[in-house]
């Protein structure tokens, strides 16, 4: 263990100082390209694993959220891809070093072939003596301990190989939520209390399935939790009736909406494969490490900044950027800037009941716009915004595909006024839910 602790150490030590090298040159010669850096950063971390594999899809997620160059992008969604399975006798040692009991005295049975094998974890399926159906998500070894030595990767390279160009102050906010997030995500204690969370907060609630978490089953390293069945998107998108189609997609809104506007607590992991989908027209949801909590201050503020966006008052959306920490200066070329980018996202939800997404990508347009905007200094990237807004282009990417036609900006304008009423003292009924 030791030994193999070093090589990796090694082996960041070596990336962070052709990280570093990349920036010094750039600063000195200016002949380095960014997309060179990301290259070399991706086939870096493509050959290790666990939370090295996560920093690298967490550097994938700054990229997109700061709006980098394509090559950029498109390099680091390289490490995106499903990891190589663990074999079976070590995740039966892992099962046997952190359970009270022999994993025989617990469940009936466990399938050995994986359900799935991420970077930070593998799931299998079993069944408790009861006949219960759950899924066992156990740690891969060795990520709680080189945690630290992999963060420094993201750290390298922000401050050493000047990858994404942008303020220290800024990165060093958005660093700082990255890792957050990132430390909750190799904590199965932590998601088992998330999962109790949304449990409680969806009971009842005829739209939404959350797996029940075992919590005497639970450490920090194996998570135990009911098995949810359904179709993957892909699969319900291609064979669904419209109806059916459209229910989940208005569904997959409301969710969003409800938990970060009305709740205050999101699951921030869009992946296409944390959703499923149940003919009852129920969403099922998956993978709790990734939980955002905002204060209601925030949201008001970023509600107040894109309900004026809807309602097409320039001046007045400016003020409210201002206020969100989004304009931090006085260049009219900014300001003009920021309203641009403003216009291009709120645009399609002021067209009344339409298809989301139409024939445009959003995301596409917003971002062509965002290259622009971000050469302004002055213009800055809010870290509670990271992953509001990736849950938000990963359900908008899922929805688009469900082709449903709604009165978006309507629903839209419902919640952004219910986080200003409650920002402001007020106390509203939250929305009612279409479905």
């Known amino acids: 263990m030791a030994e193999s602790r070093l090589r990796r150490l090694v082996q960041l030590g070596g990336l962070t100082t052709r990280m570093t090298g990349f920036g010094l040159r750039e600063r000195v010669f200016g002949q380095v390209r960014h997309e060179d850096a990301a290259r070399e950063l991706t086939e870096a971390l493509s050959r290790m694993k666990g939370a ?4 690298g899809q967490q550097m994938s997620l700054m990229a997109s959220a700061l709006d980098l160059p394509e090559e950029v992008q498109s390099s680091l969604r390289r ?4 990891a190589e399975p663990v074999p079976w006798h070590v995740v039966q ?3 046997d070093a952190e359970l009270d009991d022999r994993p025989e005295d617990v469940f009936a049975r466990i399938e050995k072939v994986p359900l799935g094998t991420a970077s930070l ?8 003596h009861d006949g219960t159906r759950v899924v066992l998500k156990v740690l891969h070894p060795g990520v709680l301990e080189g945690l630290e030595a992999d963060l420094l990767v993201l750290r390298a390279v922000v401050a050493g190989g000047r990858l994404v160009g942008r303020k220290a102050t800024e990165l060093d906010g958005v660093m700082e939520e990255v890792e957050a997030r990132l430390r909750e995500e190799v904590d199965y204690l932590s998601e088992a209390a998330n999962l109790e969370v949304f449990c409680t907060m969806f009971e009842g609630d005829p739209r939404v399935v959350v797996p029940r978490p075992h919590v005497d089953l639970c450490t920090r390293r194996v998570l135990v939790m009911d098995r949810v069945d359904g179709r993957s998107l892909v699969d319900f998108a291609e064979n669904a009736d419209p109806e059916r189609r459209a ?8 969710l969003f909406f409800d938990m970060a506007f009305v709740h205050r607590t999101l699951h921030a992991d869009p992946h296409p494969g944390n959703y499923l989908f149940q003919d009852d027209g129920r969403v099922g949801l998956l993978d ?3 939980v955002k909590r905002f204060d209601e201050f925030f949201l008001g503020s970023y509600a107040r900044t894109a309900l004026h966006a809807l309602h097409g008052d320039k001046d007045a959306t400016l003020s409210a950027a201002r206020e969100l920490g989004v304009w931090t200066g006085d260049t009219p070329e900014a300001g003009e800037a920021i309203w641009r980018f403003c216009e291009t996202a709120i645009e399609p939800w002021r067209r009344g009941p339409t298809l989301l997404g139409g024939e445009e990508n959003l995301i596409v347009r917003s971002r062509a716009v965002a290259e622009e905007l971000w050469r302004y200094p002055e213009v800055m990237g809010v870290p509670d915004m990271l992953y509001l807004h990736r849950t ?5 990417t899922m929805a688009r595909r469900l082709e449903v036609r709604h009165d978006w900006g309507g629903m839209l304008e419902a919640y952004l006024q219910y986080a200003v009423d409650v920002a402001d003292g007020r106390t509203p009924d939250a929305p009612v839910p279409a479905t």
């Open 93 to 95: 040692g892992i099962l």
């Open 79 to 82: 490490l995106e891809r499903e």
């Open 247 to 254: 229910l989940a997609g208005l569904r997959l809104a409301e």
């Open 288 to 290: 709790f490490g990734c």
């Open 52 to 55: 090295a594999m996560k920093v």
């Open 121 to 128: 974890a593998q799931a299998h399926a079993a069944e408790l």
């Open 392 to 396: 938000l282009a990963g359900l908008y």
